[in-house]
């Protein structure tokens, strides 16, 4: 397939021609020189690519062209997306491109009451941006018409797959026509990407533009080996005393927990502006906290991988992974956020002893090394806490036990076999004291040591011991 130099090569129409232009897109990335021509003929499609590379706008242009115009009331196209945030993202793209056509797009998604969106669908839709819950939602109210739906896409569908969305897509799959143009997008090509595009697409054509999971060029890594939690605080300090470098700032944590402590430490010592979000925080909250991240009103945004895949912004000066992301291709996303639209970015790494498993589980994935650097000398390396210490070996533990079920631990220690005990001879109970130890004493004078015994027996019977009815109780 021969490149296609410039957008009026694909034979769009003039309204998308010259949002294209207002957008500042002069030349057709790669996925979009092959996905664009072959999405126009009705193909369908599978686009692996990066991201961070048009994707977006590989499928968003052909099904834009070929929806055309308002027309009727139900939706003809169908964009679904796994997280609210991306759906947002989508839309604004969508909106973007269609700004000099009559086209009526909607995002929706969880989080806020469906009443508004669904008296938006009844005036009437064209585009649906979706997430699959709040699509099934919908629809099983009798809120969302599927009868005339044309085009179905799937974006990030490794993230669908990793959140748990198979059982949602098929049933959505059930209820729309089945004569659709279908196209799936991925940063990756997974076993079950695979298996569910083998349920979902007839005879498609793979595009991929570059490997599977493969970073961006524009992007530099570097890794630093950092002891523990405070030591990671005192270097995310030392950084982001360079304002000048460090303008537009990513943080990514793996909880929920961690985002607010960073968030907290952040604003504290005066370096954001900052703001945080994560799924314990309102959807408006989260919405008003990217907006401002885009229109550069922070300087630093902390997250969760909630918003990996969810956030365009071209300045991206550096994202920081203060936490190895456990899902490998989270990875890939998280620094995909900056070196965006043909800018570059650096992306930095903290890995403490428990997160070099995940390291080499990464380089595996992306084939290549990242660079590893010397934590600077004016950062203070403090000593791990013992609890910290423990936890980090218990992660290691368990990482060594995936790899190898045969794996006992460091933690697990032989029992030993415990001596079987000596059964005591029965007890008479007419006796007190054993036949041998049994003292002669002169008839009609106490017993010297029936006191002591008496004592002992009665400090036995307060420990729960049972006690000699026969004897009788002391005074």
């Not at 950092?226 to 360079?242: A, G, H, S, W, Y």
Request: hydrophobic share 35%.
């Amino acid at each position: 397939m021969s490149a296609i130099p410039t957008f009026e090569g694909f034979n769009l129409n003039k309204q998308l021609l010259n949002a294209v232009a207002d957008l500042g897109f002069s030349t057709p990335t790669e996925i979009q020189q092959k996905c664009i021509p072959l999405v126009l003929g009705g193909q369908e499609v599978i686009g692996i690519a990066q991201t961070g590379t048009g994707k977006t706008a590989a499928y968003l242009l052909p099904v834009l062209m070929k929806v055309k115009y308002a027309q009727g009331d139900e939706p003809r196209a169908v964009i679904l997306a796994p997280t609210k945030e991306l759906t947002i993202q989508i839309a604004e793209h969508t909106k973007a491109l269609a700004k000099y056509t009559d086209l009526r797009i909607l995002p929706i998604y969880g989080g806020i009451g469906p009443k508004t969106q669904i008296e938006e669908i009844r005036q009437g839709i064209d585009i649906i941006i979706s997430t699959p819950g709040r699509f099934l939602e919908l629809y099983l109210k009798g809120e969302l018409p599927t009868k005339q739906i044309k085009f179905l896409v799937l974006d990030e569908a490794d993230r669908m797959m990793d959140m748990g969305f198979m059982h949602q897509l098929r049933k959505i799959l059930e209820v729309v026509p089945r004569k659709r143009q279908n196209l799936l997008f991925s940063a990756t090509f997974s076993e079950r990407v695979e298996k569910l595009s083998a349920e979902f697409l007839e005879f498609p054509i793979k595009i991929e533009v570059t490997p599977q999971a493969t970073t961006a060029k524009q992007v530099e890594q570097e890794l630093y080996h950092v002891p523990n939690m405070r030591t990671k605080i005192n270097f995310l300090e030392r950084l982001l005393q360079d304002k000048e470098a460090f303008n537009r700032v990513m943080i990514f944590t793996r909880t929920k927990e961690v985002a607010d402590s960073v968030f907290n430490f952040v604003e504290r010592k005066g370096l954001g502006p900052v703001k945080v979000i994560h799924s314990n925080k309102g959807q408006n909250s989260r919405i008003n906290a990217v907006n401002e991240f885009k229109e550069g009103l922070l300087r630093v945004l902390v997250s969760t991988d909630v918003t990996a895949r969810g956030i365009d912004v071209v300045k991206v000066s550096h994202v920081i992974n203060f936490d190895v992301p456990p899902l490998h291709e989270d990875y890939v996303h998280r620094i995909g956020r900056t070196g965006r639209a043909f800018q570059e970015g650096k992306a930095i790494t903290f890995v403490t002893k428990s997160e070099l498993y995940h390291i080499e589980k990464i380089e595996a994935l992306i084939r290549e090394k990242i660079p590893v650097k010397q934590i600077p000398e004016e950062v203070e390396i403090t000593k791990t806490p013992y609890e910290e210490a423990q936890a980090m070996a218990l992660d290691i533990d368990w990482q060594k036990r995936k790899e190898n079920p045969d794996f006992k631990g460091a933690f697990h220690e032989k029992k030993r076999t415990p001596e079987p005990k000596k059964k005591a001879a029965p007890r008479d109970k007419k006796k007190t004291t054993p036949p041998d130890k049994k003292k002669t004493t002169t008839p009609g004078k106490k017993k010297e040591n029936s006191f002591e015994l008496s004592k002992v027996t009665f400090k036995k019977k307060k420990k729960g011991v049972a006690f000699d009815k026969k004897k009788k109780k002391p005074e």
